[in-house]
């Protein structure tokens, strides 16, 4: 659905209110269910943890088409700081997939470098297309969080 308008931002709001995790979102497939159905270009905002292999692809889809595209990437603390150290079985939370691992501190320092330089690359995509990435972790408010980081960066008025 499209919003227009400072007057559409409580019903958008109740919207993202509303919603409840159910799983793994189909990016890509959205992406293009959107570029179908709309004829307009404006602002999409994507919220996800980008750790989907068709996230950039479906950044670009969208970018595309004109749409000005901004990503918020939601990371959680535990994943940069786990508490837990040598043998652990690590699940997807979305997928249910379950993975061993041995957690030393150089596997957790690897993990995080990659995060660093996929972020990084992530930012620097988006902002090739003129949008804009916002880093959020878990457990902030997101709206608090995320809207005076996009009004600083001009992207909100």
């Known amino acids: 659905r499209r919003f227009r308008g400072r007057a559409s931002i409580p019903p958008l709001l109740d919207l993202v209110g509303s919603w409840q995790p159910s799983g793994p979102t189909p990016l890509l497939g959205r992406a293009r269910t959107l570029s ?3 004829r307009r270009s404006g602002m999409v905002v994507v919220i996800s943890d980008f750790l989907m292999p068709e996230g950039t692809e479906s950044l670009d ?11 918020v990437q939601v990371v959680s603390a535990s ?3 786990p508490d837990a ?3 652990v079985q690590l699940v997807d939370a979305e997928t249910g ?7 030393s501190p150089e ?4 993990f995080r470098e990659r995060r660093r330089t996929a972020t990084a690359a992530l930012s620097r995509r988006l902002a090739g297309h003129g949008g804009r990435l916002v880093v959020t972790d878990s457990s902030d408010d997101l ?5 005076p980081s996009l ?4 992207v909100l008025r």
């Open 36 to 38: 179908a159905a709309t």
């Open 85 to 87: 150290l040598g043998e």
């Open 97 to 103: 997939h379950r993975v061993d691992v041995d957690m």
């Open 107 to 110: 596997v957790v320092e690897a």
């Open 61 to 71: 889809r969208l970018a595309a088409r004109r749409e000005q595209v901004v990503g």
């Open 79 to 81: 994943d940069e700081h």
């Open 151 to 154: 009004v600083a960066g001009g």
């Open 143 to 147: 709206l608090a969080r995320v809207v």
